[in-house]
């Protein structure tokens, strides 16, 4: 007989782990299951509540995985599905500022061709937003509204080793989109290292837009878990007003300048090197409407085909929709890089998959 509810052996013994360290740390038994507080109601774990919920009675029969469980016995799920396919957006974002950055830099990065990456100084660069801008605004969202950081799955009590974890990727992630898109551009495939930047994008507001059970924009524009749970649009305008908000508007008037300033700078100089008139209004439109037009519209076109159409139909659709869309000859994504890298006539004519700099 097969585990209740598709859950896998290995939850099923977190489940049997979790159980026990409950019924260790209440009392006043129930008589209608083996826990010593019936686990109806909310139940003290550690130093926090988790909701739970009671399954059917379930007879383990012969399947060896649950020769350890009582004869028959009620499976209580903690959330534990929930907390595993918690993701974070900072992971992509952290990789589409490396991206983007090398990107900004390319023309330098290819013209000093003896300079290693971690030599370069648009790497130290990189590293000092990183770790100066990008790192602490994520720790102090993640300290100061940690279920809204968490997208409603964990609270102040996570563990510390996924604290830990969260400020590494907060850097490597960075390190390893600059690091990439760095080589591509050695190797004159610019277009290429501007596709990882949109891919990034795309991956970091797919997240908040469709999640991984459709509701990512309910998450997103949520104060708290409470909220969550009774998501209407008018908590969406409640949001708009919230801590959270008042928060992300407040670091967004620091790092958004910074990281656009950043960029602007490295592509004009790159260009006036070259020899080639740019705009910083027009570079900044280009890597602006890269991000938040371009990577944020297949983001949201996906979605609306994965909720519409279901995953077996939609997600085929998306990837369709992107490959023509991103296409180097084909796809409107074309102007946006064009406008992003100030890149040539010269360069677009050769298919901008493998641009030729001037120097």
């Not at 409950?22 to 009392?27: D, L, N």
């Not at 850097?171 to 277009?191: P, T």
């Not at 596709?195 to 998450?219: S, T, V």
């Not at 508007?249 to 260009?271: D, K």
């Amino acid at each position: 007989m097969e585990p209740p509810h598709g859950l896998s052996q290995l939850e099923i013994i977190i489940l049997f782990y979790a159980a026990a360290q409950v019924s260790t740390r209440v009392s006043s038994p129930c008589a209608s299951c083996f826990f010593r507080r019936c686990p109806g109601c909310q139940l003290r774990f550690g130093e926090r509540h988790q909701r739970v919920q009671v399954f059917m009675s379930f007879d383990p029969g012969n399947n060896p995985s649950w020769t350890m469980a009582p004869p028959v016995f009620k499976v209580v799920l903690i959330n534990v599905k929930e907390r595993m396919n918690m993701v974070q957006v900072d992971i992509f974002w952290s990789y589409g500022i490396g991206a983007g950055l090398a990107v900004a830099a390319h023309r330098q990065i290819a013209k000093q061709k003896e300079v290693a990456v971690l030599a370069s100084p648009y790497f130290s660069q990189m590293l000092l937003f990183l770790g100066l801008i990008f790192v602490p605004s994520g720790f102090w969202l993640l300290w100061e509204f940690s279920s809204w950081e968490t997208m409603h799955v964990g609270d102040r009590n996570l563990p510390v080793w996924l604290v830990g974890l969260f400020a590494i990727t907060n850097v490597s992630q960075g390190v390893l989109g600059f690091v990439i898109c760095f080589h591509l551009i050695r190797r004159s495939k610019l277009y290429a290292a501007w596709l990882h930047f949109i891919a990034a994008y795309f991956g970091f507001f797919f997240i908040l837009i469709h999640g991984w059970d459709g509701q990512g924009y309910q998450r997103f524009l949520s104060p708290d878990r409470a909220a969550f749970e009774n998501w209407s649009w008018s908590t969406a305008a409640t949001w708009l007003t919230s801590d959270v908000a008042l928060t992300l508007y407040g670091m967004g008037i620091i790092l958004l300048p910074v990281l656009g300033g950043m960029t602007v700078s490295w592509l004009r100089n790159g260009a006036r090197e070259a020899g080639i008139r740019s705009s910083p209004l027009s570079i900044l439109g280009g890597f602006f409407g890269s991000a938040l037009v371009f990577a944020f519209g297949l983001a949201l076109v996906s979605s609306v085909l994965i909720i519409q159409l279901g995953p077996v139909i939609g997600v085929p659709l998306s990837f369709i929709m992107i490959l023509v869309l991103s296409h180097p000859r084909l796809g409107i994504g074309l102007w946006f890089y064009r406008t992003m890298t100030v890149a040539t006539d010269g360069q677009l004519t050769r298919a901008a998959a493998k641009p030729v700099y001037s120097n």
